[in-house]
């Protein structure tokens, strides 16, 4: 869901400048305590967020611990969909996040009034959805699911049951060779995951020949080829925690690298090289958030997130579905 300029100063846009010899962490730990606070992060913020986080996590890690706080506020430290489905999941607490304009262009590529018609085409297909998509979306999905859970939750329908894929195609191709079925996908992709340069990593691997390709399954097929694990941001970080090479080059948001090195102090951790002349692999949503933007959001109890009821109530199965099935597989 995108808001216009006149949404976001209603909805309370905070642009306000922060005193520079504020110590962040003092007053975001004071805050947290005071307000009952709880500030989930995903594995793509920057590290002092990460740092300060009571969990950090995966898309499906997140879901699960806004589901079971006893917080009575959540601050998420990630994007608008992530929040959107904390607010989903936990309505009677006041969900924020630092930045509305935290979007997700995987999340954008599918507008629900566009896939809608699209799904009109297949009356008798179930859909499963990437949690990556807006809160409408999620009301016209059966099944979400995450990059940690989508193999189990594609496998919990029956063999013959046609099923629509969306929004995210290199996650639906690496499902369909998973899995075997023959999904209908939508045409999304993420931004970040599909600039990584093929050539760039092949001179990376000459220099680096020690080094393991890991890549998250939003990448395109040909760097899914290369890689020797392909998993999400939370199976990236166990495979560098257990693996016994000492050099990796990671092909997902560089955000992850913080809690690799944590872990793993000992190893190397390159970030795969993208196609443009940019150093980064930073995903420009993730990145809006910012210790300033925590502080203000926690101090002012905004931006929040609100939702209209019935796109609570009509998407919200299609999450707990997923955590079911995930539950089960002991996920
Ligand atoms: P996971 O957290 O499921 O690995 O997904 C990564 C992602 O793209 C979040 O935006
Ligand atoms: Fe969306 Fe990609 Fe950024 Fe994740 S990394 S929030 S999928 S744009």
């Known amino acids: 869901m995108s808001y216009t300029q006149t949404q976001l100063d209603k909805l309370g846009h905070l642009d306000i400048e922060v005193d520079p010899t504020l110590d962040l962490v003092a007053e975001i730990t004071r805050l947290k305590k005071e307000k009952n606070a709880i500030i989930l992060a995903h594995y793509y913020q920057e590290s002092e967020i990460q740092d300060i986080a009571d969990y950090i996590g995966d898309s499906l890690g997140l879901s699960q611990m806004a589901a079971s706080t006893d917080a009575d506020i959540i601050v998420f430290a990630g994007v608008h969909f992530m929040a959107e489905t904390a ?35 297949y009356p008798n297909h179930k859909v499963v959805s990437y949690i990556n998509c807006t809160a409408e979306l999620k009301t016209l999905t059966d099944v979400c699911c995450t990059s940690t859970n989508a193999v189990n939750i594609i496998e919990s329908f029956p063999e013959d049951q046609g099923i629509i894929f969306a929004p995210d195609r290199n996650l639906g191709a690496y499902l369909i060779k998973k899995t075997g079925r023959d999904l209908v996908l939508w045409n999304g992709t993420c931004m970040v995951h599909e600039i990584f340069s093929n050539e760039k990593i092949t001179k990376l691997q ?48 560089a955000g992850i690298i913080h809690q690799m090195e944590l872990a793993s102090p000992e190893k190397t951790f390159f970030p795969a090289p993208p196609n443009n002349t940019c150093a980064c692999n930073d995903c420009p949503h993730m990145k809006r958030n910012t210790m300033e933007k925590l502080y203000l959001c926690m101090k002012h109890e905004l931006p929040e997130i609100i939702l209209p009821e019935w796109v609570i109530e009509e998407g919200v199965a299609s999450i707990d579905r997923m955590l079911e099935i995930s539950a089960k597989a002991g996920l």
């Open 87 to 121: 607010k989903m999941l936990s309505p009677e607490k006041k969900v924020l996040l630092p930045d509305l304009k935290a979007g997700c262009s995987l999340a954008d590529s599918c507008p629900p009034h566009l896939f809608r018609k699209f799904k009109e085409r």
């Open 206 to 253: 000459i220099r680096h020949p020690e080094a393991v390709l890991i890549a998250h399954p939003e990448c395109e097929q040909h760097i899914l080829d290369k890689a020797v694990y392909i998993g999400s941001t939370s199976g990236l970080l166990k495979f560098t925690k257990e693996s016994e090479a000492t050099e990796f080059i990671v092909a997902t948001e």
